[in-house]
């Protein structure tokens, strides 16, 4: 006498659950081993605070980097006939300190201070 471990509907549905799990094996995304792109490299900026006092603007900047930073803080004056001011660059060593001011003549409209990092300058006098 021969013997079935199955009904059609058993064997149906478990065709059906089988099939089921193949489709999501096959469309499972699968984490492709991609080299990941290249980190930037840190900034290596100054701290600075801007401030304005009446006509003046002030910024302190200090730097906590191995690198010297260049600074610059630069005044938009906010009359069209005062002129907009920049100042010298001045190289912030290492663990340095710097106060930069500027000025217009009447009321200033904006205030920001740029940054150039000397890179080869760590541990090096210049």
Not at 17 to 23: C, D, H, S
Not at 48 to 65: E, L
Not at 98 to 125: F, I, M, N, P, Y
Request: hydrophobic fraction near 40%.
């Amino acid at each position: 006498m021969r013997t079935t471990c199955c009904s059609a509907s058993w064997c149906s549905a478990s065709a059906a659950a089988l099939a089921a799990v193949t489709v999501l094996l096959w469309t499972t995304p699968v984490a492709v081993g991609r080299p990941l792109p290249p980190e930037k490299p840190p900034s290596y900026e100054a701290d600075c605070g801007a401030f304005v006092d009446g006509s003046r603007a002030i910024a302190y900047c200090h730097n906590p980097y191995p690198v010297t930073d260049r600074v610059r803080l630069h005044v938009e004056c906010e009359r069209w006939w005062d002129v907009d001011a920049d100042s010298a660059p001045v190289e912030i060593d290492p663990a340095g300190y710097a106060r930069l001011t500027e000025r217009c003549w009447k009321e200033v409209r904006a205030v920001w201070v740029s940054h150039q990092s000397l890179r080869g300058s760590a541990g090096a006098d210049t």
